[in-house]
Each structure stands twice: as C-alpha cells, then as structure tokens.
C-alpha cells in the first residue's frame, strides 16, 4: 500500500516527564488511606475523620475531604472490573458539616463489600451467565393477554 493513501506521516511528538507537583507525600496518603480503611459495618462521619486525621497532621484533612467526596460518587463499574473485594464510598444523609476548615455535607463514609465470588464468575462466564432463566412456556402468544378460566371469562370491550 501507499503511504499517499494514508495521509500524511505524523511527527512524533516531543515528550517531557512532568515534574512531581503533588500536594501531598506517600506518607499522607498511606495515614489517609489508614485512616479511611474503614470496616464494612462501622462507618464514621466525616466530621469524625477529619479531626482525627487534624490532630496527626494539619495538611491530612484536605487529603481526607478529597478523598471522601471522591467516595461520593465511587467508580463501581471499574472496581467490579478490576475484581476489587472493598470500595469506599460517601453518603449525604442531610447532616451539615461543623469543621472549622470545611463546609458543606457531613458524609457518611464507610466501606462496601463487593462480592469477589459473584464478580470473578460473572468474567469467567460471561456477561449472560448469572441472568435469571426465562419464564416458563404458558403457550400463550400475547403473556399480557387475559386468560379465559371457567369461572372469569374473557370480557370483550366495544366502543
């Protein structure tokens, strides 16, 4: 094949590492990541997590908050996925956050067990393996068509 046929040969492009700005250390991730490692049947306000995230460093709560609205909304699609066994996730039951940094929702936060199991089955058979089977054969060509029985026959509507 000719190249004329393909359009123009591109550039290539010139690519430069970007510079680690990240506001936060491994270290402040691995206490927030401690921190919102919740278990499945204790959540805690967010009121809660960060004051205890406050009085281990002052720069910890802005992590926690990012962290914690990004649980309201978490990618379950991807953690099914990716075979994940836990996610975090947010809640607004109403409650205003009393912080003296924050405003807005305090959030439930907690973590959801997924089931691991019923995910890896699901991948290795396919995405119609676990739908449940179809109704049984009534015979009937129209299932939303009244059924004639001795003692209900079947009404006629007329205009």
């Known amino acids: 094949m000719e190249r004329e046929h393909l359009g123009a ?13 990240s506001r936060f250390s491994e270290a402040q991730l691995d206490a927030a990541m401690a921190l919102l490692d919740l278990p499945s049947d204790a959540p805690r306000r967010l009121s ?3 004051a205890e995230a406050r009085r281990s460093d002052p720069e910890l709560p802005y ?3 990012l962290l914690a609205v990004h649980a309201a909304s978490p990618p ?3 953690a099914y996925r990716q075979g994940e066994q836990q996610l975090l996730f947010a809640v607004d039951d ?7 940094e924050f405003g807005g929702a305090d959030l439930i936060v907690g973590t959801a067990l997924l089931d ?7 991948r290795s058979e396919g995405p119609d393996a676990r739908r449940a089977p179809p109704p049984p ?6 299932p939303a068509a009244p059924r004639d029985t001795p003692d209900r026959p079947r009404k006629e509507l007329r205009p």
């Open 9 to 21: 040969e591109m550039p290539e492009p010139d690519l430069v590492a970007t510079p680690d700005d």
């Open 48 to 50: 809660g997590l960060l």
């Open 63 to 65: 992590l926690v908050a």
């Open 76 to 78: 379950v699609g991807t």
């Open 94 to 100: 109403g409650t205003e956050l009393v912080d003296p």
């Open 116 to 122: 691991a199991v019923g995910m890896a089955a699901d």
């Open 137 to 142: 054969d009534t015979g009937r060509t129209d």
